[in-house]
């Protein structure tokens, strides 16, 4: 027993002083309030947290800090300072009466969704953000970023990935597996000066009726082997870092006195490692080390635009997607899809559903550049509720204009829909000139959806907020690209 108890307190001992070397403490720093562009940010990353992470800000408390939330009421956020978040909880030994656990919010309307979505039912179950301020029995607690000297967004990132890995949550952070998606290209042509149109088949089904599905194309060019490609979709493992780690140090690691343990240990801490070592480098570096670990600089998210089953003997049962592109001098994208010709074979190793799609209540906003545009345009062509929506397009060339012309309306918009356009080069002041359209149109705003330029998004989302209350998910105006 003696021997059990000492090996006991060795391990105490150990894990206390790996956690003070390998984990950066902010516990003793002041609270600073937030300045410059963080305080800009912190509203937007706030609504964030509370719209799409208030399940994961339960378990930022249950890896960082001792208390303990009623699991039928998330904890919220209500204060962020530049050394970490203050979080709002009520305590899971409080006996919730029925008012509260009844509670419904009204302050955050959201679209009718899909009645199966998961995330939608687990967004209705939790009790309103207002209802957790206002309990009495609610307490707070201080939870300290992991890392420091980054944008607020990133910091708030880090804050979940490390927790969700303490928590052995890695499927939540980096799947292990992607599916690839394989294509012919059949033929591209430009449909505007600066707007290229892939045409491309495939012998799996592709969704049919959805406008904000995106493939992520991975920015290369396969070639047939044998005049055949297996269209199927195929699995691959990708973050084999750890794995290759740990294969080689196993021969020397099961020779030692509970290898089955420590092997174990190591899988899971190695993951942690890696994070702690990514946190210190400079935020470029890091940048560059995510991105080329994931992926990230080797792929671009691009819309199925449109799909169709062109006129083919009955024997053939290939479909016939478009995805436009928009060229920009320069970019990886644009100078793969111009090197693209007939014949070649490309493929998607991920897939996204936009959520324009929700955007149907009351009176719907959408905004677009030339990078977003087939997302609206996919959008009104399928459009089939009575209110018309209200559409802004953004180019940097008048003679893309086009594009949104050579939409094939749906019936209930034909000669009712009209196209708000904006050319870049007219305007010293974007943002400025997207809101002045908005109020010219004098119409209380319900729900609005929007990708355009990073510099330019912020300044909208804030006034859609403030001056036409949208919050969460029914204010989706973000940037796609820089």
């Known amino acids: 027993m003696d021997i059990l108890a000492t090996l006991s307190k060795v391990k105490t001992l150990g894990s206390e002083i790996s956690n003070r070397m390998l984990f950066t403490s902010f516990d003793d720093q002041q609270r600073t309030p937030l300045i410059g562009e963080d305080a800009q940010d912190k509203a ?23 208390a303990r939330s009623h699991q039928q009421a998330l904890p919220i956020v209500t204060e962020i300072y530049q050394e970490g978040v203050l979080v709002q909880y009520i305590p899971d030994d409080v006996v919730l009466d029925d008012a509260t656990l009844n509670a419904q919010s009204h302050e955050n309307a959201q679209p009718q969704q899909s009645e199966t979505d998961p995330a939608s039912e687990a967004l209705a179950a939790e009790i309103p953000v207002d209802t957790v301020k206002q309990h009495l029995a609610s307490q707070n607690v201080f939870v300290p970023f992991r ?10 990132y880090y804050l979940f990935y490390e927790a969700m ?26 449909v505007t000066p600066n707007m290229l149109r892939l045409y491309l088949t495939s012998d799996v089904p592709l969704p049919t009726d959805d406008p904000g599905f995106a493939y992520r194309f991975v920015l290369t ?47 899971k801490q190695g993951s942690i490692i890696f994070f702690e070592i990514l946190k210190r480098l400079p935020e470029a570096q890091r940048d560059k080390l995510e991105e080329k670990v994931a992926g990230r600089d080797e792929g671009r998210y691009y819309t199925l635009r449109q799909l ?128 002045d359209l908005i109020k010219a149109q004098d119409k209380k705003i319900d729900c609005a959806w929007g990708a355009i330029g990073k510099a330019d998004f912020k300044p909208i989302k804030a006034y859609l907020r403030e001056e036409h209350g949208l919050k969460g998910k029914i204010n989706r105006i973000r940037a796609y690209w820089n």
């Open 165 to 190: 890995i303490r928590q052995g949550n890695m499927e939540e952070v980096t799947p292990s597996k992607v599916t690839r998606h394989y294509f012919t290209v059949s033929k591209s042509e430009y």
């Open 44 to 66: 937007e990353v706030i609504d964030y947290i509370h719209t799409y992470r208030r399940t994961e800000l339960l378990q930022v408390m249950n890896a960082f800090t001792d």
């Open 308 to 435: 169709h089953k062109p006129q083919l003997p009955e024997s053939t049962t290939a479909l016939i997607g478009e995805v436009d592109i928009y060229i920009h001098e320069g970019s990886p994208g644009s100078e793969w899809a111009k090197s693209l010709k007939a014949g070649d074979i490309i493929y998607a190793d991920n897939d996204y559903e936009e959520t324009i799609k929700l955007m149907t209540m009351g009176q719907p906003l959408f905004i677009c550049d030339e990078t977003s545009m087939p997302s609206v345009a996919a959008m009104l062509e399928r459009w089939q509720h009575e209110t018309t929506p209200i559409v802004i397009a953004i180019t940097n060339d008048k003679a893309d204009f086009d594009y949104m012309e050579q939409i094939v309306l749906s019936d209930g918009l034909q000669d009712k829909l009209v196209i708000h356009y904006i050319n870049t080069v007219d305007t010293d002041n974007l943002a400025q000139a997207v809101i």
């Open 147 to 156: 890392i420091q000297d980054v944008s607020l967004i990133e910091r708030a």
């Open 221 to 267: 060019t396969l070639s047939k082997k044998d005049d055949q490609v297996d269209n199927a979709k195929t699995d691959i493992d990708i973050y084999k870092l750890p794995r290759q780690i740990w294969q080689q140090l196993q021969p020397t690691i099961t020779q030692l006195p509970f290898s089955d343990k420590i092997i174990a240990t190591a899988k």
